[in-house]
């Protein structure tokens, strides 16, 4: 008889695990989250002291009925679930199930909790288990609640004043404020010209450039000199004066440290992995995931790394231990500290408790791992490896030496600099990437001058410069404002970055963030009408309050109270604001064609546009740029393709635009490739359209069969494709820049669930328990419930359509199909707002006995 049963989240985790804990100890996984919130009104019920109404998730089901049979069997049950909030609240749900069904009697359930996946650690945490925190659990749950009242409310309310499809997110709204203000950021900015002035000299035949810091005794600021006219006077001053030399003034020399980075914390990795990797945030944690649960190292499954969801610098004093003697033994005493070096947590509630992320053994080097490695798998630890031993290495040294020079007069200064490292320290392991900012550690030598040298101009001139307006945001750069504002906690900053992707509010274009037109309209509702509640400030408040909770400094329930006193009042208030003052924007410009009305900005179909208001009177349109707005379909010749010769048009046919090289040749067909529905034909031009013409892309062999891997665009959008099966391209990465690697475990991925032709099954309907499935239909997608079919609104709604939005529309189209008298009621909303109690009550009863087995678990 089993005495133990150890109960992990990841199958993969739980066959290592097994390993590790011999024949006395049962290993099973939950595979992730095993309940969550009924989709529909009421889950979380404000005026019954938020009460929540869970379900079991229904791809776990046979899971959890593994585990419950298993419980029979034992006498111990130990949760080992992550050691985190979303953790803690799994080993809770697990531990109400299995009360619910009566399995726990005269059994002992304890939490475990190790923060690395190797026998010590694994062993040392099944002898000091603990009592689940509910805490924790309850911070998982003020969060989870947050999040569907938000949700549930401001969702429904952007389909009646915007576009059906639409959805807003208690975190991800300020995500995308603050994309959508760094993009008004940049349309509003006025490039400023500037010019600098430099000589270049020669000493010693090594050649260097000084740069103009004074004239005339006066310092230069950025806009000293404005125009080509005042560049070209300063020059004719000089070089009148200075008689083709320049004397040295004086020599300032000076020793600089660079110290190395803290350990990875989660958003740091997710960072350096986007800037040095080119991984994406999502990537880069299921990258980190897999080495954490473990990889299989000759004949023993071991975790690479510690636990990758943290926001500690910290390392155990046993890990420091172990990097220092390391450190010694391969790179010499003097890249040693005298003392460990300890950092300190930027991050406000760091748990200090937790590690940073780190080898669960330095010993373990990228070398001597790789063989067991795939490629990505060895790019993230050989990174994650150097980080952490370069952290307690000494500071990397470097001599700085800035020389002054006259030219035509004490009151006209030059000055060159340079550095040359004199001791690596660090350097010789890691190098940090920097993202919007060249580096300043590179060497730049100069010749030996002293005081009173006189040295040749060879060169004097002028450089002309214009202001850049502010960078958009990369995936890392976000990451880091998310972390900066307190926008979200590291394990969320991913779903925030993937969520806006997939609504299509954000478009990742040349690894920058810009906003769809669509994501710019729900930005300026939320933020003209729901301001308080996309406010940076309240939103880190709330972090601040949940990680309260989760400490045990706060009670769950009035925060939530709090929250929704003011939330739902001005849900309220928002329902008479027109749609028109939403999605319209008056311009201050009378319409040149009919002269009677004043020009909007509007959003339409394709995305925002300028019209006239008296349409259908006046027709006049251009597109915002500036450009005429002309036909939507109208064809347009593009540019000439220099490989071929052949003339390259943009056209338009039944599923969209798309471009074509060349023309009919007898019956051989031109090359043809659909444009992208996150580029408007508009933005379609010659780089563009060449890119999109070098697809198909052959990836190269697969390594199993050395078939083709090809990456392409299709009707239904990206996809990788490999001996007839094709895969759809994750919108957060590019069907330009995918590798063979990544394409080969995109088409390992199993398949989604559902009947046959089925593309997704979105849940179980509330009334019947049946599926409610999502399929690609001749005329565009669709959702099915039983023998009706309701087609999507938008084609967009393909990767985002949520349970909540299929019952709607099938409620909708079943409501069409009846006769009814004319004052019969509509059909029920299924994503209205829990706004009334009495609403509440109003629902059918079958309704409530249909979940009513849900419920219980």
Not at 12 to 34: I, R
Not at 74 to 81: E, G, H, R, Y
Request: glycine share 6%.
């Amino acid at each position: 008889m089993t005495t133990h049963l150890l109960i992990v989240e990841s199958p993969s985790k739980a066959k290592t695990l097994k390993k590790y804990l011999g024949k006395d100890y049962e290993v099973l996984a939950s595979y992730g989250h095993v309940r969550d919130l009924v989709p529909k009104t009421g889950a979380v019920d404000p005026d019954d002291n938020f009460r929540m109404q869970y379900e079991l998730i229904d791809r776990n089901t046979k899971h959890v009925d593994n585990i419950t049979r298993a419980v029979k069997d034992a006498d111990v049950i130990l949760l080992a679930t992550d050691p985190d909030r979303e953790g803690e609240a799994i080993a809770w749900h697990l531990s109400e199930i299995l009360k619910s069904r009566k399995a726990l009697k005269d059994k002992k359930i304890k939490r475990v909790v190790f923060y690395e996946i190797t026998e010590g650690a694994v062993t040392d945490a099944v002898k000091n288990p603990r009592a689940i925190s509910m805490d924790l659990v309850n911070a998982q749950q003020a969060r989870r609640a947050l999040d569907y009242l938000v949700g549930f409310n401001l969702s429904p309310l952007l389909w009646k004043k915007i576009r059906r499809g639409l959805s807003a997110g208690r975190v991800q709204s300020p995500a995308l404020r603050l994309i959508c203000e760094r993009e008004n950021e940049i349309e509003a900015f006025k490039s400023q010209e500037y010019w600098t002035l430099h000589f270049d000299g020669d000493k010693d035949k090594v050649t260097f450039t000084a740069r103009l810091t004074h004239f005339e005794g006066e310092k230069l600021d950025q806009f000293a000199v404005p125009s080509a006219e005042r560049n070209g006077e300063i020059i004719a001053f000089l070089q009148s004066h200075a008689k083709g030399v320049a004397k040295v003034r004086e020599i300032e020399k000076k020793r600089r440290l660079k110290s190395p980075a803290a350990p990875f914390t989660t958003s740091t990795l997710q960072q350096e992995a986007v800037r040095k990797l080119g991984f994406s945030t999502d990537r880069a944690m299921k990258v980190a995931q897999s080495l954490y649960e473990g990889v299989n190292i000759g004949r023993t499954v071991t975790g690479l790394i510690t636990y990758m969801r943290t926001d500690s610098v910290t390392l155990s004093k046993e890990a420091m231990t172990e990097i220092r003697g390391f450190i010694t033994k391969n790179y010499g005493a003097d890249h040693l500290p005298k003392a460990p070096v300890f950092y300190a947590n930027k991050t406000k509630n760091a748990q200090e408790a937790h590690e940073a992320i780190r080898p669960t053994s330095v010993t373990r080097t990228p070398d001597s791992v790789s063989q067991y490695l795939n490629d990505e798998q060895r790019k993230l630890y050989e990174m994650i490896w150097k980080r952490t031993v370069s952290s307690q290495m000494m500071p990397a040294q470097f001599d700085t030496v800035a020389v002054d020079f006259n030219v035509g007069g004490d009151g006209n200064v030059f000055r060159a600099t340079g550095q040359t490292m004199i001791f690596p320290g660090f350097y010789a392991v890691y190098h940090e990437d920097q993202d919007d900012s060249p580096s300043d550690d590179e060497e730049k030598r100069l010749p030996a001058f002293k005081q009173g040298d006189v040295v040749d101009i060879t060169k004097l001139y002028g450089e002309q410069h214009f202001t850049q307006p502010p960078p958009r945001f990369s995936e890392a750069s976000l990451v880091k404002a998310l972390e900066q504002y307190g926008i979200g906690r590291p394990s969320t900053y991913a779903s925030i970055i993937s969520t806006l992707q997939k609504r299509e509010y954000v478009i990742l274009d040349k690894k920058r963030f810009t906003p769809t037109d669509v994501g710019r309209v729900v930005n300026k509702f939320l933020s003209e009408h729901f301001a308080h509640w996309v406010d940076y400030e309240f939103t880190a408040k709330m972090e601040d309050e949940l990680d309260d909770i989760s400490n045990g400094k706060e009670e769950w329930i009035p925060v939530l109270e709090k929250f929704w006193k003011d939330f739902s009042a001005q849900i309220g208030e928002k329902e008479s604001v027109s749609r028109k003052d939403v999605t319209q924007e008056q311009l201050d410009e009378v319409c040149p064609k009919c002269g009677k009305h004043k020009l909007t900005i509007r959003l339409g179909r394709r995305g925002r546009f300028i019209g006239c208001p008296g349409y259908p009177e006046c027709d006049y349109t251009r597109n915002v740029d500036g450009s005429d707005g002309g036909p939507a379909n109208e064809k347009r010749e593009i540019g000439v393709d220099p490989v071929t010769g052949k003339l390259i048009q943009l056209l338009f046919g039944p599923f969209g635009p798309y471009l074509q090289l060349g023309e009919m040749e007898g019956d051989k067909k031109p090359k043809r490739v659909s444009v992208p529905k996150n580029i408007l034909p508009d933005q379609v031009n010659f780089e563009i359209a060449e890119m999109l013409l070098a697809l198909p892309r052959d990836l190269g062999a697969h390594p199993e069969d050395k078939k083709k891997v090809i990456a392409n665009i299709g009707r239904f959008g990206p996809y990788v494709s490999h001996d007839g099966q094709f895969k759809s391209i994750p919108k957060a990465e590019s069907v330009f820049d995918i590798t063979l690697e990544r394409a080969v475990a995109l088409l390992k991925e199993p398949k989604a669930a559902g009947g046959r032709g089925a593309l997704k099954v979105l849940g179980k309907h509330p009334e019947d328990g049946q599926a409610v499935s999502l399929y690609a239909g001749k005329y565009g997608p669709y959702v099915k419930h039983g023998k009706v079919n309701a087609t999507l609104p938008d084609e967009k709604m393909i990767t985002t359509v949520t349970l909540e939005e299929a019952i709607e529309l099938l409620a909708a189209k079943a409501g069409k199909g009846k006769k009814k008298p004319a004052k019969t009621k509509a059909a029920p909303k299924a994503a209205a707002p829990p706004k009334l109690k009495a609403a509440a009550k109003a629902k059918p009863k079958a309704k409530a006995k249909a979940s009513k087995a849900k419920k219980a678990a």
